[in-house]
């Protein structure tokens, strides 16, 4: 986290220091960087020490928040008497369908995740990241976050058979939903609205966040639920060599280039073909 305040001078002395003290690092990544004069704040720093270069990832994402607690709503839309009423019809509908009884686990330890390793992969080798984008899910990733005991993962169940799940952290009053997975045979169910809704009732329940971090990117469901948004860019701080900048400064022409042509090629659809081409099942992303 960074305050509004710091200026570029001090934050390059911070990235100087990171950098000379850890020669191991390879980079540091930002992924919810308020864009802005905050986010020009982190590129100036870059362009002001010596050996390092900025990568750019992503400019202007929309971020969701859901704020908890007297000070918000507390989710609004998940405790609405209408909201209810359809999630409960819908989760009976997948008890029907799968022939059991749904229960949500919650999962904080590796031990845990580990003893779940089958379904976690399952669920995440069945998501759109991972057959599109390749973004595979990794269990071992899970280690760092857990010994710091910010684990906090949620898998829901239909008896013995996983139909969605959440791997998330929580710490210093955040609970961020990180990686997501559902069944997508049973996508007509929403199992993935499902576990949010329990998700959230627990956590408000027991040992709740100040705030639950969507993450960046737009989608339906985030839209929906949260209670605040803003802008975030996000890239990487590392150390400069011609090979690396080269290529990152050749994927930032590629991505604008691909950008521009699906601008150009949407311009052209009419605008409700446009619109329902986002988002699927259960918030899947479509193009």
Known sequence: MIAEDVSAEDLSEVWRTIFERNPACAGIRFETLTAGALSESVRRSVRMTPGLFWCPLYS?????????GSGGDQGGLWRSGRTLRKLRNRARALERATGAALHVLELTTCAEMVAHRQDWENLMARRWQTRRLGAAFHLEDVEP?????????????????????????????????????????????????????????????????????FGEGAADYKAAWATEEDRVDGGLIVRFSFPFWFACRTARLASMATALARRLAGAALPRTVRQRGLTGADGEAQG
């Open 60 to 68: 202007g994402l929309p971020h969701y928040r859901l704020r908890f």
């Open 145 to 213: 976050v857990a010994a710091r005991g910010w684990l906090r993962s949620f898998l829901l169940m239909a008896g013995s058979r996983p139909v969605a799940g959440v791997v998330g952290y929580q710490g210093e009053g955040v609970y961020v939903y990180e990686e997501v997975g559902y069944d997508p045979e049973l996508a007509r169910y929403s199992p993935g609205t499902l576990l949010l809704f329990r998700l959230l009732d627990i956590l408000s329940r027991r040992d709740p966040p100040q705030w639950l971090d």
